[in-house]
């Protein structure tokens, strides 16, 4: 599930877009003010942030500027038709997309995903209800934050790099451990354990599957 978070100062306005996105599947913040907003996107780390570039208590343009210099975050314009020239300076601030006012709800979400898609070739992967984010080392699995130990982490991002394809479990121990691995524990197993046990919570589908005598995918539950 995205989060998204909403920074526009016209209140019935954001509470309809917000009714909308959730219905959509989204998990949604709204704030009324730029600062505000800055210090949520900050703490909160949403995967998108909807900009209104007329805010009462800083200049969009700035603020869109701070908020690409905070994090790797799609952004999406919220413009007046016709300000060509402020969507323009958007852009070149960091914004990833824009979209006029008035506009239809149905191009704002298409928008939306159309961002999210090409942001999540750039860092971020989706298996089913699991998010990895390979820049920040964070993962998320239906909106909740998993801590994982640096080779945990490692060992998911690897899966979920080849995310629906067997993986042999001696090119994983290759992978992580190298030529000099010694001992009888079979590390690569033991990690699938101690990732599956912090990935799945109760009544949860596994996402790592056990290949006998091959190996491990990452893959949806069918």
């Avoid at 996107?41 to 208590?57: E, H, N, V, W």
């Avoid at 209800?129 to 994982?148: F, Y």
């Avoid at 912090?198 to 005598?213: F, M, W, Y």
Wanted: proline share 4%.
């Amino acid at each position: 599930m995205a989060k998204i978070l909403i920074i526009e100062d016209d209140h019935d306005l954001a509470d309809l877009v917000k009714t909308g996105l959730v219905r959509e599947g989204f998990e949604v913040q709204v704030t009324h003010t730029g600062l505000e907003g800055l210090e949520i996107a900050r703490t909160d780390a949403p995967d998108l942030i909807i900009l209104d570039l007329m805010l009462p208590d800083i200049d969009g343009i700035d603020l869109c500027r701070d908020l690409r210099a905070s994090g790797d975050v799609g952004i999406l314009m919220l413009t007046a038709r016709g300000m060509v020239g402020e969507r323009v300076r958007g852009l070149h601030a960091g914004a990833d997309d824009y979209v006029p006012k008035p506009f239809a709800f149905e191009e704002l979400v298409a928008r939306i995903k159309a961002v999210l898609r090409r942001r999540s070739t750039e860092g971020i992967i989706r298996v089913a209800d699991l998010e990895i984010n390979l820049d920040r080392r964070e993962v998320r699995r239906a909106g909740r934050p998993i801590g994982l130990t640096t080779r945990e982490f490692d060992l998911l991002r690897l899966l979920a790099q080849n995310a629906g394809k067997p993986m042999r479990r001696e090119v994983i121990l290759q992978r992580l451990w190298g030529d000099d691995f010694e001992g009888e524990t079979d590390p690569v197993k033991v990690y699938i354990n101690f990732l599956r046990r912090k990935l799945n919570a109760e009544g949860e589908p596994d996402l790592i599957h056990s290949l006998r005598g091959f190996g491990y995918v990452l893959k949806e539950s069918s």
